[in-house]
């Protein structure tokens, strides 16, 4: 990727539907090499815009971390193997305390204490898992940005996202057909405008138009950028969890989220209460992390920390290094 990829996929982090010539004029591109520049990187896997659908409406409980220990030499088969449940948000090898790492969403419909207790550990090649409930979710990968625009570059932009300020809605069963094809549409492309959805769908523009802003204002999705980090200059992820004295824990919690280098931070049950994932650029600066930014919380008592060496999925979608594959079937359910 050149500087203007970087600028792109960066300005779609802050406005995931912001127009081609909007996004043109804000960064100064013809609007011609965005909208070619958005195909490519798009067509060859690097990038995708998605929606991310609102917990409540497709999960009956909240996710679970596991940690999993294997037999010698069979991490990488066990991963793939867990790739088959779709409930598996994410998973990755891992070295540290676990060989394998993944995260267990809940979906309608899905026994997670069978998961938990017994399709999940009697994959060949597991010999034990640590399974933690994540108790409160205070940052989620949706809000990691890689810092590059101007502040009036991130003002202009700002002004191009759809604020959720409808009141949220309580189950799938409140969606119409339109509204509920409308959201698997936007899950697969979250930039898909109300003249494609229309098309797809045979329904006319305004009424996908107005499927789409329901759909927005109410948080049911949200649309945001997949990209591996590692295609952006972040080639480092690690997980560190925390054990912190209660009393700290909302202090941590805090000002870990405020990190340019958190994607996602959980408060869960277990030893280690607080969980940290982050992107690095280099080794150097995760040593800088643990020793600066960890050094100077209140009330740890100890770390653990855990260096990703394969993302295999990272929000239902396979991973293959920098490539990104489709989103797992099925996640929409009522």
Not at 164 to 174: F, G, I, R
Request: proline share 6%; net charge negative.
């Amino acid at each position: 990727m050149d500087d203007t990829d970087l600028d792109i996929i960066a300005a779609l982090q802050v406005a995931p539907r912001v127009p081609a010539n909007a996004l043109g004029e804000i960064l100064g591109v013809p609007t011609s090499t965005i909208t070619r520049r958005l195909n490519r990187l798009q067509n060859e896997r690097l990038m995708k815009v998605i929606g991310r659908f609102a917990w409540p409406l497709v999960l009956s409980g909240n996710p679970h971390q596991l940690w999993i220990c294997c037999e010698p030499g069979r991490a990488a088969e066990v991963a793939e193997k867990l790739k088959a449940f779709p409930e598996i948000q994410f998973v990755m090898t891992t070295s540290g305390t676990g060989d394998v790492y993944a995260d267990l969403f809940p979906l309608l419909g899905s026994d997670i204490n069978d998961l938990i207790s017994n399709r999940i550990p009697s994959l060949p090649g597991i010999r034990s898992i640590e399974t933690r409930l994540v108790l409160d979710s205070r940052r989620v990968g949706q809000n990691w940005r890689f810092q590059r625009l101007t502040d009036e570059q991130k003002d202009a932009l700002a002004a191009h996202e759809v604020p959720a300020n409808q009141p949220a809605l309580a189950s799938m069963d409140e969606l119409s057909d339109l509204e509920f094809g409308t959201m698997c549409e936007l899950g697969r492309n979250a930039r898909a405008s109300a003249a494609e959805v229309a098309r797809t769908l045979n329904v006319s523009s305004s009424s996908a138009y107005r499927a789409i802003q329901m759909l927005l204002g109410t948080g049911s999705i949200s649309p945001r950028v997949e990209v591996e980090p590692c295609a952006v200059g972040f080639p480092l992820a690690a997980v560190v969890s925390l054990q912190v004295k209660p009393k700290s824990i909302a202090d941590v919690l805090d000002q870990l989220s405020g990190l340019e280098s958190a994607r996602m931070i959980s408060m869960v049950t277990g030893q280690a209460p607080v969980v940290f994932h982050g992107v690095f650029r280099d080794p150097r600066s995760l040593a800088d992390f643990i020793t600066e930014d960890i050094g100077a919380l209140p009330g740890i008592q100890t770390m653990d920390t855990s260096v990703a060496l394969n993302v295999r999925r990272r929000y239902w979608m396979d991973r293959d290094g920098a490539f990104i594959g489709d989103q797992v079937e099925g996640l929409l359910r009522r």
